[in-house]
T-cell receptor
């Protein structure tokens, strides 16, 4: 069974600084997708970034980038130039096949990020 | 823009009541999902559906059932609500297929069972 572990329940970062959120996962598959989702306080969960496992290059989306280490099964999220609006719960997720062409996500327990002005 | 809506943001029910949570998506997605979110536990999948009238159990289906009579609508049913079902419930939808399609989430329903 696939598991996703986020070892940092809470983190904080100074505005304009860089922070890295950790995520490890367990799988026996060779090709899969990984995601980082953001859930701001009292707002909807949205996708931050995704990574396909067979792609060597780390995904980037503006100030957000990942460090994907396939052999180590590690998928960390780096937020550069942190802004107050980055304060949120961040969830790492692994996508697994569930049959009939559909896929489901297994989520980690989340990391609550605070941004200090 | 994909829109996933849930019928209520907040709901208070009594123990033993039958509870319906409704979710509607407007992007013709094949897949729909119900999660519950609890502090320190993350999101856990209750049920999902990959087609009309099709349903599959997730990781924590006990005490819940679902209904999908139309493609855009996915309902979560608590047959006899209990206090341990007090939680935030999130609905999501996604396209079918191998490409890394994301799941789009609704705003959530915070259910309190007293």
């Amino acid at each position: 069974a696939q598991t996703v572990t986020q070892s940092q329940p809470e983190m904080s970062v100074q505005e304009a600084e860089t922070v890295t959120l950790s995520c490890t996962y367990d799988t026996s598959e060779s090709d899969y997708y990984l995601f980082w989702y953001k859930q701001p306080p009292s707002r909807q969960m949205i996708l931050v970034i995704r990574q396909e496992a067979y792609k060597q290059q780390n995904a980037t989306e503006n100030r957000f980038s990942v460090n994907f280490q396939k052999a180590a099964k590690s998928f960390s999220l780096k937020i550069s130039d942190s802004q107050l609006g980055d304060a949120a719960m961040y969830f790492c997720a692994y996508r697994r096949y569930s049959g009939a062409g559909s896929y489901q996500l297994t989520f980690g327990k989340g990391t609550k990020l605070s941004v200090i002005p | 823009d994909v829109k996933v809506t849930q019928s209520s943001r907040y709901l208070v029910k009594r123990t033993g009541e039958k509870v319906f949570l409704e979710c509607v998506q407007d992007m013709d997605h094949e897949n729909m999902f119900w999660y519950r979110q609890d502090p320190g536990l993350g999101l856990r999948l209750i049920y999902f559906s990959y087609d009309v009238k099709m349903k599959e159990k997730g990781d924590i289906p006990e005490g819940y059932s679902v209904s999908r009579e139309k493609k855009e609508r996915f309902s979560l049913i608590l047959e006899s609500a209990s206090t341990n079902q007090t939680s935030m419930y999130l609905c999501a939808s996604s396209q079918n297929g191998e490409a890394g399609y994301e799941q789009y989430f609704g705003p959530g329903t915070r259910l309190t069972v007293t």
